[in-house]
C-alpha cells in the first residue's frame, strides 16, 4: 500500500509569503502530526489532527496553522514566512488515534529566503 | 514536562556493538521509540517499547527500558557501515499517541 505522500518535496519562498504544505496519510489512517526539524532546534512537534480535528498544537506562533480533510488528509498554512521558518516539514500518520507505530513521509524541504 | 535527551555523537567500528542511550522525563510516557534518519531521507521507525517492558529484542536490535530512571537505550549489535545514520530516542503518551517528542538525535559513524 501506499505511503505517506507529502507535497511538494521542496519549496523556495520569500519573506513574508505564505505557504501551504499537503500531506495524504496512508489509506485508513485518521490521525496525522507534522513536526518541523530543523539543525538548531531539532524535531519538534506542531499539531496532531485526528478526524478532521486537532488534538494537540506544539509551542509555535499562530502563523502555523493547519486543518484535517473528511479524506483524512492534511494541510498546514504559514503565513507572513520569516528566514528561520526555513526547515524540513514532516508529516506523520498513525493507524488510529495514534498506537505504536507512525509512519512519516519524505518532508517538505522549505527554503525562505 | 516533556523533554528527552541523549548525547550528540557516537563512534564505532565495524562490527562492534552500539549502544545509543536516553533519558526522558515524562513518567506518564506509554511508547517509547526509536527512529533512524538517513541523509536526505525522512524518520523510519526501527523499533518502540512499551512502558511496562524491560527489554525487547529485534534481530541485531536490543531495546532496555530502566523505568525507575527514565533511561531507555538500543543496542545494534554488529554495527555496519549501513547503520550510519542519526538516531532519535521519542516518547508519546497514550492520551495523545500521535504526539511524538524527539530527542536531539544521535549521530552515528561507523569506523574501519
Known amino acids: 500500500k501506499a505511503g505517506v505522500t507529502q507535497t511538494p518535496r521542496y519549496l523556495i519562498k520569500t519573506r513574508g509569503q505564505q505557504v501551504t504544505l499537503s500531506c495524504s496519510p496512508i489509506?485508513?489512517?485518521?490521525?496525522v502530526s507534522w513536526y518541523q526539524q530543523t539543525p538548531g532546534q531539532g524535531l519538534q512537534f506542531l499539531f496532531e489532527y485526528f478526524s478532521e480535528t486537532q488534538r494537540n498544537k506544539g509551542n509555535f506562533p499562530g502563523r502555523f496553522s493547519g486543518r484535517q480533510f473528511s479524506n483524512s488528509r492534511s494541510e498546514m498554512n504559514v503565513s507572513t514566512l520569516e528566514l528561520g521558518d526555513s526547515a524540513l516539514y514532516l508529516c506523520a500518520s498513525f493507524t488510529d488515534r495514534g498506537g505504536t507505530e507512525a509512519f512519516f513521509g519524505q518532508g517538505t524541504r522549505l527554503t525562505v529566503v | 514536562g516533556e523533554d528527552v535527551e541523549q548525547s550528540l555523537f557516537l563512534s564505532v567500528r565495524e562490527g562492534d556493538s552500539s549502544v545509543i542511550n536516553c533519558t526522558y522525563t515524562?513518567?506518564?510516557?506509554?511508547?517509547l521509540y526509536w527512529y533512524k534518519q538517513e541523509p536526505g531521507a525522512g524518520l523510519q521507525l526501527l523499533t518502540y517499547?512499551?512502558?511496562?517492558?524491560d527489554m525487547k529484542q529485534d534481530q541485531r536490535l536490543t531495546v532496555l527500558l530502566n523505568k525507575k530512571d527514565k533511561h531507555l537505550s538500543l543496542r545494534i549489535a554488529d554495527t555496519q557501515t549501513g547503520d550510519s545514520a542519526i538516531y532519535f530516542c521519542?516518547?508519546?503518551?497514550?492520551?495523545?499517541?500521535?504526539?511524538?517528542?524527539f530527542g536531539s538525535g544521535t549521530r552515528l559513524s561507523i569506523r574501519p
Open positions: 517499547i512499551f512502558s511496562n517492558m
Open positions: 521519542a516518547e508519546s503518551v497514550y492520551s495523545s499517541a500521535s504526539k511524538i517528542i
Open positions: 515524562d513518567s506518564s510516557s506509554t511508547y
Open positions: 489509506s485508513g489512517h485518521r490521525s
